[in-house]
């Protein structure tokens, strides 16, 4: 309940459903109960905004109507559906959605380092946090947050081979889930952001987009990578 496309919206889908609280409500309810039904006890969680617009914040209400609805845990991005992806994420309202339910909340949005992680917990007081776009390209994020929310301190940083591996293991693990086609096209995305790590070739971004196989694709991030990590 929190994409803000136009083509979602526009069908009451996504994050419209913030106006309309009657019909999150019968929802949620609706969702809950048929999954309650399987008997296998999966638990219905919500990721959605705090509201549809700045004028119209109602996450708080719109909190309370999933918990009631027997929502297991909320995910909470801290902009509004009218702000997209504008501006700085807020936390004061996942911080009053946190004070008033009593199941989970995770904070989300512009979580961008293991600090800004701390300080959002901190200040919310939620019981996770959420991160979306800055684990692009870079998924040691959440070692590098629970390092630092574990041990006080952040984690050594990893070695460029150790990097490099995680790179590879990602690709073979797209390979593995999507097969050949969305594989190949899934792994661009990724190779895409990846890509920023070999700034000193500068025609490697271009050479991995290039790619039309997943062998071919693979083979090519193992020799870029591969010499980077030779690099100290
Ligand atoms: C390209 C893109 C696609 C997204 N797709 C989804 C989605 O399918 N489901 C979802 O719950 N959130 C989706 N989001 C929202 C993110 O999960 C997250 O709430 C938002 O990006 C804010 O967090 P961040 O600042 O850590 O990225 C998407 C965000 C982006 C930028």
Not at 42 to 59: A, F, I, S
Not at 143 to 155: E, M, S
């Amino acid at each position: 309940m929190g994409c803000p496309a136009k083509k979602v919206c526009n069908r009451l889908c996504g994050s419209a459903l913030l106006q309309d609280e009657p019909l999150v409500g019968r929802i949620l309810e609706s969702v809950v109960s048929a999954v309650q039904a399987t008997g296998r006890g999966v638990p219905v969680t919500l990721k959605t905004r705090t509201g549809w617009d700045r004028e119209h914040r109602n996450g708080v209400r719109v909190a309370q109507i999933a918990e009631a609805s027997g929502i297991a845990a909320l995910a909470i991005h801290g902009r509004t559906r009218a702000d997209f992806y504008e501006g700085d994420a807020e936390y004061d309202t996942i911080r009053a959605i946190r004070e008033t339910v009593r199941i989970p909340v995770l904070a989300n949005g512009d979580i961008t380092s293991p600090d800004k992680a701390r300080v959002v917990l901190q200040y919310t007081g939620t019981a996770g946090v959420m991160v979306g776009r800055a684990s692009h390209g870079t998924p040691w994020i959440f070692r590098d947050i629970n390092g630092l929310l574990t041990q006080g301190v952040l984690p050594e940083p990893l070695s460029r081979a150790e990097r490099r591996d995680i790179v590879l293991a990602h690709l073979q693990a797209i390979y593995a889930f999507h097969g050949e086609e969305s594989g190949l096209r899934i792994a661009r995305k990724h190779l895409g952001w990846y890509a920023k790590l070999l700034e000193s070739a500068p025609d490697a971004r271009a050479r991995l987009m290039a790619e039309v196989s997943t062998s071919s694709q693979f083979a090519c991030a193992n020799e870029l990578f591969g010499a980077w990590a030779q690099v100290h």
